[in-house]
């Protein structure tokens, strides 16, 4: 199933912007930021069933794809050595056949001011992060009324 809406990330400006990753990057390092940042909005993509994709910038020559997950609609991608992940981003949300249904999380303005007069919105650090919260929060409610759901079946079947 294709996922309509698109979700961008700026990697690192994200990270530097949350001040909990800000900390892990500065004691910890950028592979444990990195990591942290991709499982905090793997939500989105599991229970908004929103495509995402997180950017970092520059590693080796060729963009480098990585899949967190065996879904293709969550990638980590890696810049070449010469192009920023700003220049990325830039690049898919402007291209993509429908601008209204991407997203892009960065505190940028430069890339927020191109990006939008492409037609696609732009989601702040602190709206990213509260919109994972939500997320997450309705995500754990349906676990928990599934859970119970499946609970009584089990009981109403062994009586």
Not at 114 to 139: F, K, M
């Amino acid at each position: 199933m294709e996922f309509e809406k698109h979700l961008l990330v700026d990697g690192y400006n994200i990270a530097h912007a949350w001040p909990e990753l800000r900390r892990i990057l500065m004691t910890e390092g950028r592979d444990v930021a990195r990591a942290q940042l991709v499982e905090r909005v793997r939500v989105l993509h599991d229970f908004e069933r929103m495509r995402v994709s997180v950017v970092f910038d520059g590693r080796g020559a060729d963009i480098a794809i990585e899949r967190p997950t065996p879904h293709a609609t969550f990638s980590v991608l890696y810049t070449p050595g010469g192009m920023t992940a700003d220049d990325l981003i830039e690049q898919l949300a402007v291209q993509s056949p429908k601008p209204a249904d991407v997203f892009v999380a960065t505190a940028d303005q430069s890339e927020r001011d191109t990006v939008e007069a492409g037609g696609v919105q732009v989601v702040t650090p602190e709206q990213l992060a509260e919109w994972i919260e939500r997320v997450g929060r309705a995500q754990s409610v349906a676990v928990e009324e599934h859970t119970k759901r499946t609970a009584s079946q089990w009981k109403r079947g062994r009586s």
